[in-house]
């Protein structure tokens, strides 16, 4: 099976603009979740779909959005760009039992000038 | 709320020597207990998990980890260190009331040839 994708792998934009960023699951798993890491604070979860309904919420502001679509797949979307949202961007992808592992992509490393 | 600490930001050991990674949680509920590992410029990996049953449960590699239930701890530990063990590892926990997951800061572990 395919591991977790996601794209672009690396992107460069300036304060106040928005991006987007896309993630392919494994195929066969219903659950998505978004991570920010940084070497500063870790890993902070952003938030967690589950067949296109946000199951869970990270404490991140309202300019961090996302969804996922009926194959699964799920974006998430930054508005309005800060110098601090420089990090790497990782989904994760799992069956969606409590108890399934989370499988994870390579990430997105997000830079803003 | 949930919480993960490893309390050892750098562990050295050296080859051959066993090494032990700590972890002590906390949650509501029941907790399942994750271990992973992030070697450099990539995603992290799934290492092993504890839902329930035997608390030592082993996983890829030649890891294992113990689960304490007195102590909430999730040691990660191994036999006999090789220098590619080398990276970073994260403990996550996540309830049985169906939270998100949540990552501890990371050890770096260190195995010297």
């Known amino acids: 099976k395919a591991g977790v994708t996601q794209t672009p792998r690396y992107l460069i934009k300036t304060r106040g603009q928005q991006v987007t960023l896309s993630c392919s699951p494994i195929s066969g798993h219903r659950s998505v979740s978004w991570y920010q890491q940084t070497p500063g604070q870790g890993l902070q979860f952003l938030f967690e779909?589950?067949?296109?309904?946000?199951?869970n919420k990270g404490n991140f502001p309202g300019r961090f959005s996302g969804r996922q679509f009926s194959n699964s797949r799920s974006e998430m979307n930054v508005s309005t760009l800060e110098l601090g949202d420089s990090a790497l961007y990782l989904c994760a992808s799992s069956l969606g039992g409590l108890g399934n592992e989370q499988f994870f992509g390579p990430g997105t490393r997000l830079t803003v000038l | 709320a949930q919480s993960v600490a490893q309390p050892e930001d750098q562990v050295n050991v050296a080859e051959g020597n066993p090494l032990t990674v700590k972890c002590t949680y906390s949650v509501s509920g029941n907790p399942y207990l994750f271990w992973y590992v992030q070697y450099p410029n990539r995603g992290l990996q799934f290492l092993l998990k504890y839902i329930t049953g035997d608390n030592l449960v082993k996983g890829s590699y030649g890891f294992e980890a113990e689960f304490n239930k007195s102590q909430t701890s999730f040691h990660l530990k191994k036999p006999s260190a090789l220098v590619s063990d080398s990276a970073l590892y994260f403990c996550a926990v996540r309830g049985d009331y169906g939270q998100n997951f949540v990552f501890g800061p990371g050890t770096r572990l260190s195995v010297l040839p």
């Open positions: 779909y589950f067949s296109e309904t946000q199951r």
